[in-house]
């Protein structure tokens, strides 16, 4: 077997929609190798902020027994700005023919080997095979946070799936969902948890939803930029062409003191049905926040009124930058169990021990990496 892992190419993409073919046979439906050589969305060698490049590994120039995206987006890492590669969607034909059982494992290799400062992020929590892969091989792993917030407790208890784990505990939340005291402790614990930060929230805060982010966000993100030991680049250019006015779903909010931009908000707000997490939920989304320090408290309690108004019965989202973990907290958010991941290659590892030893500055949520799929 001649395994050679190549840029995508035209001539491959009857080979990849075999390849997918296969995997379609043994009930590998969910993952799917893009069937176009080149991206759509990010194509490379425009001068776009994100740009998106595809290998395959070709056996024999006959057969494609796996590939993996690779997305590029300029960060700043430790004041420095610098071009990242992100992992995505590594697929092998070793999950259904012990065969190419090592193909997964040459796939990572080319990746790191190629694009020594990157990352992988999501990757459905640290236990699963890739992130253990990328632990073995060098790479950092560690979980981002998970917060949420509970709008109406009796309807989380009747539809979130999280501690289901048998008929018993099913019974015991439905059991809990329909009785007036478990909801009512639910919803007065979280608000003891918020008392003492409302004395702090500045009221006179606006909150504005605009179709596309204006030119203040490059002003804001020179402000907040530094604060960050690992970032990916947050300007007007960057957010507006992630999620464009176009963007089915996004809710775009900027946030001004008198008339000055303090932070803005990308919000998801899905109704969701038969979700095998949320059930049949209203689900809130934070996908991305940047703030001026002082404003964190009063921004962060503005998107929480804000997905009430739209209905929302649950707010979710993955924060890592520390300030932005304990303002949640302080509005009563609790952690939750995460099966977002993070891997760091070991070059930027090692690059962000000089700057943030303890990696608490970096800036992960779900803007990096796939973004919020599923929601």
Not at 230 to 252: E, K, M, S
Request: charged share 20%.
């Amino acid at each position: 077997m001649s395994l050679l892992i190549q840029k995508y190419k035209k001539e491959h993409e009857p080979l990849v929609e075999e390849f997918n073919q296969r995997l379609n046979e043994h009930g590998i439906t969910e993952y799917v190798f893009p069937k176009k050589f080149q991206s759509s969305l990010y194509p490379p060698g425009q001068g776009l902020p994100v740009e998106m490049e595809h290998f395959v590994a070709v056996e024999d120039n006959l057969f494609v027994r796996g590939g993996y995206k690779l997305k590029k987006q300029d960060f700043m890492v430790c004041e420095e700005r610098r071009n990242i590669g992100y992992l995505q969607l590594p697929l092998s034909e070793g999950v259904i023919d012990k065969r190419y059982a090592s193909v997964g494992l040459q796939l990572v290799k080319h990746f790191m080997k190629n694009f020594p400062e990157s990352y992988a992020l999501g990757m459905g929590g640290v236990d699963r095979p890739l992130p253990q892969l990328l632990k073995v091989l060098g790479c950092s792993l560690q979980s981002l946070p998970f917060y949420f917030f509970i709008y109406h407790p009796s309807r989380f208890l009747s539809q979130i799936t999280v501690g289901r784990t048998n008929r018993w505990r099913s019974l015991m939340m439905d059991i809990a969902s329909r009785s007036l005291i478990i909801p009512s402790a639910l919803w007065v614990l979280q608000q003891a948890r918020n008392l003492p930060s409302k004395r702090l929230i500045d009221h006179s805060l606006q909150s504005v939803e605009v179709p596309i982010f204006s030119e203040a966000v490059d002003t804001l993100w020179e402000q907040c930029k530094n604060h960050f030991s690992l970032a990916a680049v947050r300007d007007q250019r960057t957010l507006n062409f992630l999620f464009p006015a176009t963007h089915p779903q996004a809710i775009r909010l900027e946030f001004y003191s008198s008339k000055t931009l303090v932070g803005y908000a990308i919000l998801f707000c899905t109704k969701m049905k038969g979700h095998k997490q949320f059930g049949d939920l209203c689900l809130g989304t934070l996908v991305d926040t940047v703030v001026i320090p002082e404003y964190q408290l009063s921004v962060f309690s503005l998107i929480q009124k804000k997905l009430a108004s739209l209905g929302a019965d649950l707010m979710v989202t993955n924060q890592s930058f520390a300030p932005y973990c304990r303002a949640l907290e302080s509005l009563g958010f609790f952690k939750g169990p995460s099966n977002f991941a993070l891997s760091l290659t070991r070059p930027l590892a090692d690059k962000l021990l000089g700057c943030d030893p303890k990696g608490l500055a970096m800036h992960w949520t779900r803007f990096d990496g796939d973004g919020p799929i599923h929601l």
